[in-house]
Nanobody, 117 residues
């Protein structure tokens, strides 16, 4: 069973930065896409960023220009660099791991990001 683990969350003031990491343990079968989602209290989970198997990226309009996704294929890690953070970025951030040779998605447990004004 693939285990997806996020890390790097924390509390920062508005304008600050955090870098989230996501790794899928012991996975070497085929290449994969990775996405970041977030869920704020009382709201539905929403898409934040996509980092594709060849390094392509896509972002929600609300984070474009502030967040940057990247990947380290050698170590099976995907990053989300978050700059110029705003209070409305406060949420639990989840990583979704999608091996392209399967129809399955694997989710992590999430990491809390709190931005104070």
């Amino acid at each position: 069973q693939v285990q997806v683990v996020e890390s790097g969350g924390g509390s920062v003031q508005a304008g600050g930065s955090l870098r989230l990491s996501c790794t899928a343990s012991d996975y070497t079968y085929c290449t994969y896409d990775m996405s970041w989602y977030r869920q704020a209290p009382g709201k539905e989970r929403e898409f934040v960023s996509f980092v594709g198997r060849y390094g392509s990226t896509n972002y929600a309009d609300s984070v474009k220009g502030r967040f940057t996704g990247s990947r380290d294929n050698a170590n099976n890690i995907v990053y989300l660099q978050m700059n110029s953070l705003k209070p409305e970025d406060t949420a639990i951030y989840y990583c979704k791991f999608h091996p392209v040779c399967t129809s399955k998605d694997y989710w992590g447990q999430g990491t809390q990001v709190t931005v104070s004004s």
